[in-house]
T-cell receptor, first 112, second 115 residues
Framework: TQLLEQSPQFLSIQEGENLTVYCNSSSVFSSLQWYRQEPGEGPVLLVTVVTGGEVKKLKRLTFQFGDARKDSSLHITAAQPGDTGLYLCAGPHSNSGYALNFGKGTSLLVTP | EAGVAQSPRYKIIEKRQSVAFWCNPISGHATLYWYQQILGQGPKLLIQFQNNGVVDDSQLPKDRFSAERLKGVDSTLKIQPAKLEDSAVYLC?????????????FGQGTRLTVV
């Protein structure tokens, strides 16, 4: 199973601040996905990145896939309390076509 | 479209007891997964079904965990006997039969506490 390291593990910021979280691996991925998980809920897909160097935007969220397809970042502009949650990156599980291998996640708290 | 349904939402049992979790995937989704999420960690794949066949169960502790997906729809995950370290959220997910990187839809999970 390919290891995904996420940093930071925890992040507490005030509303309106910008932040970046990272997902790194020593392995090359054919694709990476970012999920957000709110307390008491299952993860929900935010984006899938496939091409090295790809940048995708989802409102105030910007996702980037590294040129070598070993890392990815998520940047949030002007964070809001509704952005609070656990941000998980995931790549294809090595033994299975569609299953996912998740990182430990970054727990984000945005306070008003 | 109805999402992935799981029950129960919460379960507290004593160690060495048995427990079962149920999952109903999104209608038409051929692939079903069970993940275990321990507090402070990301979900870890336990087993993947394609229709009613097992695709990957390499990380399922088979001495105590079992899972089945009869008729290729609903699935149950059983733990017998439970250990303290089994305390976790058990997430069920489903996805359509498609090329790699297809989206997985997760249920709300079952939070298991073993005391």
């Amino acid at each position: 199973t390919q290891l995904l390291e996420q940093s930071p593990q925890f992040l507490s910021i005030q509303e309106g601040e910008n932040l970046t979280v990272y997902c790194n691996s020593s392995s090359v991925f054919s694709s990476l996905q970012w999920y957000r998980q709110e307390p008491g809920e299952g993860p929900v897909l935010l984006v899938t990145v496939v091409t090295g160097g790809e940048v995708k935007k989802l409102k105030r969220l910007t996702f980037q896939f590294g040129d070598a397809r070993k890392d990815s970042s998520l940047h949030i502009t002007a964070a809001q309390p509704g952005d609070t949650g656990l941000y998980l990156c995931a790549g294809p599980h090595s033994n299975s076509g569609y299953a996912l291998n998740f990182g430990k996640g970054t727990s984000l708290l945005v306070t008003p | 479209e109805a999402g992935v349904a799981q029950s129960p939402r919460y379960k507290i049992i004593e160690k060495r007891q048995s427990v079962a979790f149920w999952c109903n995937p999104i209608s038409g989704h051929a692939t079903l997964y069970w993940y275990q999420q321990i507090l402070g960690q990301g979900p870890k794949l336990l087993i993947q079904f394609q229709n009613n066949g097992v695709v990957d169960d390499s990380q399922l502790p088979k001495d105590r965990f079992s899972a089945e997906r009869l008729k290729g729809v609903d699935s149950t995950l059983k733990i017998q006997p439970a250990k303290l370290e089994d305390s976790a959220v058990y997430l069920c997910a489903s996805s359509a039969a498609a090329p790699r990187s297809t989206e997985a839809f997760f249920g709300q999970g079952t939070r298991l506490t073993v005391v």
